[in-house]
């Protein structure tokens, strides 16, 4: 019994497309999407995760799916609890003992009142403490930044919401951006493109897709092409069109664009000593937009920085929230403070 009080802890990346798990002394035992099926009339919740997301874009008038997050932010908070307390059960499996402290992580502007809906939101899914961490800071950690040295460490995370920029030095961050351009964005504006340029209805997964096979930043040695499968907007039937990587690069240049400019406008505000260290040191992409191809490329042609990607981009954020709960007492610091609001 003692080792299952241990072993409860838990660090949560709720994150605007996906939420992730980790339980102290197991790590990520959790990744599914944050999306949420229930019934239309009672809000009663029928799916949770994957298997909600599957139902996206194909769900019958008594059946809604809501995905509680925007922008990094709860935007429906009652489904959000209900998401948190079935991901908690899944990974808690005895939930009488288990009232766990949970480390939470949040985009760095958010407002005090979105923090305290988080809070709240860990609260109502049965936890006995909630600490919250800002993203930046648990993705560098994730990343195996040495966060605590004197030594400027650049960080890009871009996630489904928000795209969240930051230096950080001495177990604190310097310069923070967080800006609402990011996955989600992104996939919309491909779904404006192909609604304007080949009058095709497209739903968000194969936007999504279309993101993830044929998405690019910057010029590739051989483009990509594929076929997209959609419905016609004149004849209102489905039909399908050729669709070349350098079309679909044409299409979110614009979300590109502000992802490099969040970048600059960083840099541009860090100190110089700190500049002279990321100099050396380089930025480091994380989230799961680091995945873009060539983004690196753009990034270090831009920018004349050093790009890395990180070695998970993914699971960054959770790792370096789960690293808070392994080692709580030494991490304390880079959680954010209580602002004297005591169990709120």
Known sequence: ????????????????????????????????????????????????????????????????????????????????????????????????????????????????????????????????????????????IGAGLPVHEATGNMV??????????????????????SVRTAGDEIDQSIIAYLKKEHSLMLGERTAEEIKMTLGSAYPMVSELTGEIRGRDMISGLPRSVRLSSVEVRHAIEEQLHSIVDAVRTTLDQTPPELAGDIMDRGIVLTGGGALLRGLDERIRNETGMPVHVAADPLSSVVLGSGKCVEEFEALQQVLVAENGRGAA
């Open 156 to 177: 890009v995370d871009i996630g489904g919401g928000t795209t969240e920029v930051a230096v950080i030095s001495l177990g604190g961050l310097v310069t923070t951006l």
């Open 1 to 140: 019994m003692a080792n299952n009080l241990i072993g409860r802890d838990l660090a949560v990346d709720l994150g605007t497309a996906n939420t992730l798990v980790y339980v102290r002394g197991k790590g990520v035992l959790l990744d599914e999407p944050s999306v949420v099926a229930m019934n239309s009339q009672t809000r009663e919740v029928l799916a949770v995760g994957t298997e909600a997301k599957r139902m996206v874009g194909r769900t019958p008038d008594a059946i809604t799916t809501v995905r509680p997050l925007r922008d990094g932010v709860i935007a429906d908070f009652d489904a959000t609890e209900q998401m948190l307390r079935t991901f908690i059960a899944q990974v808690h499996r005895r939930r009488y003992f288990a009232k766990p402290r949970m480390v939470i992580c949040v985009p760095s502007g958010v407002t005090p009142v979105e923090q305290r809906a988080v809070k709240e939101a860990g609260y109502q899914a049965g936890a006995r403490k909630v600490f919250i961490i800002e993203e930046p800071m648990a993705a560098a």
